[in-house]
């Protein structure tokens, strides 16, 4: 078993891309932010290189909103609607924000056996190395994209402040979501210098924060203000907990989608150790299935809530995780606070 670790520099990696004739990127599933900005990026400065070598960029399932707007004037491909055929052939194939089989089901099948053209280049502690025959893997970098940074730099062959703003927009996207706009613990001298130099290379961070960060829908404030009403604390207000049912979706006009960031939110409360979201609906035969959320927060008293959601048999990170039970809201409630009482 080959180790996930880097075996090829920035270096190494901008000439062989220089040199190959055509070129696909994708990442993982569901792209977030750095996805979508590592591999815009790389996209694009491929593109300033030689506007005549095929490029593509490939994302599969969910979008983010703001991709339209990022990735205005590129081309992309949607894997759901268009997967690879045995007529995609590209002479490099590039997977950014992370190597794991399985983030990357949907290429599975085409990336097998194509090992020898494909590069990794992520910051994840655990991937699957035999995907790749050359790896950059930079677990202190706190996104792919300062790593796909000093990529487009060689490439270019301009330091990060000369790089054209559509090149640093997407770059500076990818640090700015995977640092929480710079605050989490992942933040490091390294990644500030870089931000200063993108910054002169003409990012506009305010343009991108409303682009990114102040979007949401009325519908989704509403929600959360019924969250909100029914906020429980529980475990001398170590543990916030909110349900919604279907009645709080119609009346709100939200969808199930709209709880991300709700748990976040409850853990900027100075007492609370973890933030759950209980959100109830039905399966195909109309009994009540609930989805649970946790968050929790770093620190001495941490808990760790993939633990805690692996006994109700889910799972995740250990400050993120969820689970679905076959229960009632308030029979998942009950399991949850005896889960993290035996936590
Ligand atoms: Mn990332």
Redesign the pocket.
Known sequence: MTDYASNISATDAAAWLADAASVAITTHFKP?G??VG?SLALARTLRHLDPDRPVELWYAGALPDFLAEIASGTPLRHLDTTPPTEADDPAAFVIV?TGSWSQLGFVREFATGRSDRTLIVD??LRGDAEIADRRIVETTAP??AQIVAGICSELLAVPPKQLPVDVATPLYL?IAT?TGWFRHSNTTPTMFRLVADLLEAGVSSADLFRLIEQRDRVSRLRLFGRALSKLEMHADNSIALVMLDAQDFKESHGTSGDTGGFADRMLAVESVQVAVVLTESTDHTGAPITKISFRSKPGPDEIDVNQVAGTLGGGGHARAAGARLHKTLTETRDAVLTALAEA
Request: charged residues 35%; without cysteine; glycine residues 10%.
């Open positions: 977030d750095d996805a590592s924000d910051h994840h996104a792919a990818g995977d």
